[in-house]
Structure formats: C-alpha cells, structure tokens
C-alpha cells in the first residue's frame, strides 16, 4: 500500500506561479511512474503530467509551462505550474502506478491522493 498526500494549493493570480508537492508513505517509490491529475467542476477527470523515472511527459494544455519532478530520496513528486490561467483551476491529483509503461490512463494508476485545491483567478 502506498499512501500519497499533497500539499501546495492555493489561490494565485492568473501568470503566477505554484508548486504542488507529494508525499508517498512508501520510501522505494523510484520505480513508479508518478503523475499529476486535475478535476475541474462538471468535467472529467483529466491527466496533467507523469514522470517515469526520469522521464516526464505532458498534455499539451500545459506543456511549457509546467514541471513534474521527483526526489526519489523524499519519496517525493513536484508540480511546478508557472505562467497559471484561470482554465488551470482544479482539484490536482497525485497519483501513483506499478506499471512498466508510462501511461496518462486514469485506470492505470494504483495509487491516489486526496488532492489539492488550486484557484486561478483572472
């Protein structure tokens, strides 16, 4: 069992920037994949960024502007959002998968956080 908390939310003003962090309960998480997900209101569910092992990948409404990374020492994953807009607001999951493919799946993913509030305003 893997536990996964974030932190990091918040409300910024829209070009600002945020950096969500999350903890695993579990040291060995190097071999996961890690990734980032976000909800708004009325929508799905919707992949963000992943990071298997070193190598990371995004969906295309925040590549450029967003950083997923890992301290694999902390058991822990970052997002950096630069250059926010308010389409960016959203409940942001962490999640975390066992698989060996790098994958934006939701169904993927075993492991899941309670997510963290982020609010861009315009």
């Known amino acids: 069992q893997v536990q996964l908390v974030e932190s990091g939310g918040g409300l910024v003003q829209a070009g600002g920037s945020l950096r969500l962090s999350c903890a695993a309960s579990r040291r060995s998480i190097s071999t996961f994949i890690m990734g980032w997900f976000r909800q708004s209101p009325g929508k799905e569910r919707e992949f963000v960024a992943g990071i298997a092992r070193s190598v990371s990948y995004y969906a295309d409404s925040v590549k450029g502007r967003f950083t997923i990374s890992r301290d694999n020492d902390k058991s822990t994953t970052y997002l950096q959002m630069n250059a926010l807009k308010p389409e960016d607001t959203a409940l942001y999951y962490c999640?975390?998968?066992?698989?060996?493919?790098?994958?934006?799946?939701?169904?993927?993913?075993?492991?899941w956080g309670q997510g963290t509030q982020v609010t861009v305003s315009s």
């Open positions: 999640a975390a998968s066992t698989s060996l493919t790098p994958s934006t799946r939701e169904r993927v993913y075993d492991y």
